[in-house]
């Protein structure tokens, strides 16, 4: 199982927020390049790097970061959040991400996401879906799309679906654990997608039971800052 360490970004910080709440915020560190930068020096070999500016504005924000951790590392970057349009999509490659997260663009304009996947391929480009219960939420957790993650998953895999990043927004920044049942579900009814758990990692033992159930990856992110896991338990394998 891969493990993803995640940086969420607003103004160029690195942030923590709890269930999606702008208004509950933590701050964290304002150089998120070194961040990244100490996990390539513990062995990881992926980021998750999250534009929360853009995913509540709809327009790409941070991306300065993203260049600045792509020339200082060789991590796999994949980018979410602020994209409206392809040519975000070619410039996010451009500027050293390795994949690219579609979410909400992904519910409003299927059609921009199909020709995404049949351009790139299902490598690198990632259906995100962030989910409350089985509804998917969009401009960055701020409204209801009404609709289910499952049916979404269906429309994409005709046109190469390959990865889908599925966020549970009860567990995330809580710290409670992983929802187990949730991925079980997804992974029974699409054995052949690769699926990267997020939201509510809290422990060792939450990334041994995801690998052991079969996760493909899993995003950490509050429980590196809050010192629930280390960046050394992150370079073990599960």
């Known amino acids: ?16 927020l709890q269930q999606g709440d702008f208004n509950n915020l933590k701050s964290y560190s304002t150089n998120p ?13 992926n980021l998750h790097l999250v534009d929360l500016d853009g995913a509540k504005l709809g327009k790409l924000k941070n991306t300065s970061v993203l260049i600045d951790i792509a020339q200082r590392t060789d991590l796999k970057i994949d980018w979410g959040g602020g994209i409206k349009t392809l040519g975000d999509v070619e410039m996010l490659f451009s500027l050293g991400a ?3 997260n579609l979410g909400s663009v992904a519910v409003k304009n299927p059609e921009m996401m199909k020709k995404c996947l049949e351009k790139y391929g299902g490598e690198k480009i990632i259906l995100s879906a962030d989910v409350n219960g089985e509804s998917i939420m969009i401009r960055g957790w701020q409204d209801n799309s009404g609709v ?23 567990r995330d920044g809580m710290l409670t654990g992983p929802d187990f049942e949730l991925y079980l579900g997804l992974m029974k009814k699409f054995p052949n997608l690769k699926f990267t758990a997020s939201g509510g990692v809290s422990s060792t033992e ?8 079969g996760l493909h990856s899993v995003i950490v992110g509050k429980a590196i800052y809050e010192n629930k896991i280390s960046v050394a338990d992150l370079s073990k394998n599960y």
Do not use: H, Q
């Open 33 to 45: 390049a070194a961040v990244a930068e100490s996990y390539r020096e513990a062995g990881l070999t």
């Open 206 to 213: 939450d990334l041994k039971k995801l690998a052991d159930n």
């Open 98 to 100: 390795y994949a690219v």
């Open 148 to 170: 289910n993650i499952y049916s979404l998953i269906e429309s994409f895999v005709p046109y190469g679906l390959k990865r889908a990043c599925v966020t549970s927004i009860s």
């Open 1 to 16: 199982m891969i493990i993803i360490p995640a940086i969420d970004l607003i103004d160029g910080r690195c942030v923590r």
